[in-house]
């Protein structure tokens, strides 16, 4: 298992900007396919962005239409982090916010729960005025 960590949340005003950081101390992040999902008051999880692995497949990543032009996400391999920036937030951004990573290190990231088998805890991220 990798102990996934997110930081970042918090409580942010309508168009302005979060970073969320996802971490472990144990094993390479860019080995692995990342998923960052978020679940909202009362909703399942919903898939906002992914990025392969980096050694791997390269690194391509995907977008939930939602955030497409807002999001991105992107690796620091220094840090041994994965992050998603968010852009010009909007209150129905509001949820926590999970990474994910794939175990299976060839597979393709997608934006669905079920391609991840080991989780973090979740950060909170209001967008209110």
């Known amino acids: 298992q990798v102990p996934l960590v997110e930081s970042g949340g918090g409580l942010v005003q309508p168009g302005g900007s979060l970073t969320l950081s996802c971490a472990t101390s144990?094993?390479?992040?860019?080995?692995?396919?990342i998923g960052w999902f978020r679940q909202a008051p009362g909703k399942d999880h919903e898939g906002v962005s992914c990025?392969?692995?980096?050694?791997?497949?390269?690194?391509?990543?995907s977008y939930a239409d939602a955030v497409k032009g807002r999001f991105i996400i992107g690796r620091d391999s220094a840090k041994n982090t994965v992050y998603l920036r968010m852009n010009d937030l909007k209150p129905e951004d509001t949820g926590i916010y999970y990474c994910?990573?794939?175990?299976?290190?060839?597979?393709?990231?997608?934006?669905?729960?079920?391609?991840?088998?080991?989780w973090g805890r979740g950060t909170q991220v209001t967008v209110s005025s």
């Open positions: 994910a990573a794939n175990s299976n290190l060839f597979s393709t990231c997608v934006l669905s729960i079920g391609g991840y088998n080991m």
């Open positions: 144990e094993y390479t992040l860019d080995h692995y396919p």
């Open positions: 990025v392969n692995s980096q050694v791997i497949t390269g690194g391509g990543t």
